[in-house]
């Protein structure tokens, strides 16, 4: 049953992703309850996460039934046993767990996307260091992006900032709480020969009280990509998004120039966006036409492109 699954699923997304010359997409999603399974293919890898759930075996069981799963995935798509890399995960995790370790191995190697190249870990982390889902979305940035003051909050390993320097934006100001993932951020520009610390900044800070110090028209587009909830301790408030985000989007407004373009998106699929409050000229709910043929069906995530 799994066997034919994914094999269907493999043959028809592989045919999409090399008509787009995409090395790195998601071939399954928990399609048969019985194998709660995200598999994600990144270059001659594969990344499996398995759901965790009651399943009723015992852990040698499981064991053997996993075995069992991983050579049915090598005998489809192309990838070696030793290339399987294996995590568990909550179903209902969201872009918090990405600051999560759960080990120490530090194997990271560059994949390529649209033409631009990525670090990423298949190891140490929940994530990845590059989120699939919002391929698109990076595309639609790079395209608006020349000449213009660019920001990148909750950055997390800077895809948007590669992607906006890319598309030569006049200033790219990347920002995230982290400084394990500012770093990543700043190896993946350097990856793409792209870094230029006259008009690349990375900043070390907390988003909410971040937005607070910016003056009117800083930037010309923002992206911004909150996790659900974050309480860390290097935060002087918690966030919730649903709660936070119109005083987040509006500071955010304040800070971007008339005219200008925020991208903002988030994981919580209960979210419901308080228009009314929202001082923009515009918004737009982009999230089917951010959807990639990967996740058709598939999105946990809103996005949407606001007009200031």
Known sequence: MFQNRLLKVYKHKSKQASRQNISCYRVYDHDLPEFPFCIELYDDKVY?????????????????WLEECIEVICGILPVDDANVYIKQRKRKSNRLDQYEKTDTKAEYFSVAEQGLQFLVNLTDYLDTGLFLDHRITRQMVRNECKDKRVLNLFAYTGSFSVYAAAGEAASVTTVDLSKTY?????????????????????????????????????????????PTFSNSKRMKDF?????????????LIGATTPGGTIYFSTNFTRFILDKEAIKASDIKDITRATTPFDFEGKLKRWCYKISV
């Open 239 to 251: 966030l919730d998004i649903q709660r936070d985000h119109v005083e987040l989007l509006n500071d």
């Open 48 to 64: 499996l996460a398995e759901y965790l759930r009651r399943h009723g075996m015992s852990d040698e069981e499981h064991e053997q």
């Open 182 to 226: 500012l770093t990543w951020a700043e190896q993946n520009l350097e990856l793409n020969n792209l870094k230029d610390d006259t008009k690349h900044f990375f900043v070390h800070a907390d988003v909410k009280q971040y937005l607070k110090t910016l003056p009117p028209d800083s930037f010309d587009l923002v992206i911004i990509d909150p």
